[in-house]
């Protein structure tokens, strides 16, 4: 096959072949090589642009997540992006407001609460796309003041948010874990097109989910075609939401896991690269000045007894604890939890390893919050030889800032 190369560029890489350029595009995974590879030069840009097939492989491929730090200058307009794959902080900066901590992020989307409205909001910071869902959460919403501790508990009063599917597919759901009870509200989001082709959101109502035992939640995820939620005692229930109403099973879905904790450390659910379901265990020990650091992690995973059979879930699934998770990295805080298959971006992604960043909302809440401390507790903690490092070293003159956040980017 016969190129012509442009007389202008520098680069003989800019005019290969069509079909070598097609091969290195076929074996890329990472949206971050792909918007690279499309900068090389205008011929590969055009390749890209017109490669819809790649163009939807590579959207629907789950991304190695940024995390969401501060600016240079603690701007509270912008904000910075940290990559794994350089290591270091992006030239990029999103026009995302830095004024208040994100309570979720999901599908590429920041989830954020105006504390003045409780209207919940829908950030898409790589699109400057936003939706603001309706109605308002009204969970007996504590207003902001001149007082500080009120507008830190404001800050917090929803815990954790999480989403079904991408806000730009017809229909989701939002799940949200919230107030001094961290109890469970649903919202169900569907989308209709007018006759001038322009999309609509409607929602119905929060779904309140009430109950002794749904409540004093930590985590919460969607995974096979329903949310699953987890209390601090490691208790985790099944919430279905196709129905026209919500339906929390009574019984948690596996007999409790008994591990002392201390009353900091956390718990988490993720979706393996496979399917399955985990349990995450983070232990937290005390420090001296009433800080706190992550000392290890436990991960969990949901199995099926052999030779039992039985209609009830309590008595066919057992958790079972793993040493290694192979192939796999965790991105752990404030975020919906999430893994990714670690040979995919070999560059700065290392398997058996689990990414975290400071989500401390209990700390947070009892006085030791991050315009005192800092979000500090930030690490990568390696399963194999059981050791914690460093990713991303927060600054301390960004104390005042809310906590960094993994969000996963998206091609639009």
Not at 30 to 41: A, H, K, N, T, W
Not at 127 to 153: A, Y
Not at 294 to 310: A, C, I, W
Request: net charge neutral; aromatic share 10%; proline share 6%.
């Amino acid at each position: 096959m016969e190129v012509i190369p442009d007389p202008n560029s520098n680069s003989t890489w800019a005019w290969l072949p069509q079909n070598l350029v097609d091969n290195i595009l076929d074996k890329m995974v990472s949206l971050q090589d792909y918007i690279r590879f499309g900068g090389v030069s205008p011929n590969w840009r055009r390749i890209t642009q017109e490669n819809h097939h790649k163009r939807i492989e590579v959207k629907n491929n789950l991304q190695l997540p940024l995390l969401m730090i501060p600016t240079s200058n603690n701007s509270r307009m912008r904000r910075g992006l940290y990559s794994l794959t350089k290591p270091g902080i992006c030239e990029t900066e999103l026009p995302v407001p830095y004024r208040r901590r994100c309570c979720g992020s999901s599908h590429g989307w920041l989830i954020t609460l105006d504390v003045r409205t409780a209207v919940i909001g829908l950030i898409n910071p790589f699109s400057s796309r936003m939706k603001l869902l309706f109605p308002s959460f009204m969970g007996d919403i504590i207003i902001i003041d001149d007082d500080t501790n009120s507008d830190r508990f404001s800050e917090y009063y929803i815990h954790k948010a999480v989403l079904s599917a991408d806000p730009d597919s017809s229909n989701y759901d939002i799940a949200i874990i919230y107030g001094s009870g961290r109890k469970l509200a649903v919202l169900r989001i569907t989308t209709t097109v007018n006759a001038n082709a322009n999309a609509n959101s409607n929602a119905k109502e929060w779904r309140f989910i009430n109950g002794k035992p749904y409540r004093s939640f930590q985590d919460i995820i969607y995974h096979k075609d329903r949310f699953y939620a987890m209390d601090v005692w490691g208790q985790v229930y099944s919430c279905d939401v196709r129905g026209p109403s919500t339906i929390m099973h009574d019984e948690s879905v596996a007999p409790t896991i008994c591990v002392f904790l201390h009353p900091h450390s956390k718990k988490y659910l993720v979706e393996s690269p496979k399917g399955d379901l985990w349990h995450v265990i983070r232990l937290i020990d005390p420090a001296e000045g009433g800080n706190y650091w992550t000392t290890k992690f436990r991960v969990y995973r949901l199995v099926e007894r052999d030779h039992v059979s039985s209609s009830r879930n309590r008595d066919r699934l057992k958790w079972v604890e793993m040493d290694r998770i192979g192939d796999c990295a965790l991105f752990l805080g404030d975020n919906h939890s999430l893994s990714v298959v670690a040979s995919d971006f070999p560059r700065g992604c290392m398997p058996n390893c689990i990414y975290y960043t400071d989500d401390g909302t209990a700390a947070f809440m009892a006085g030791t919050s991050y315009d005192a401390t800092g979000a500090y507790d930030i690490g990568v903690y390696n399963m194999v030889d059981k050791t914690i490092s460093q990713h991303y070293v927060p600054n301390l003159a960004h104390m005042f800032l809310p906590p960094p956040i993994w969000i996963v980017p998206t091609l639009n």
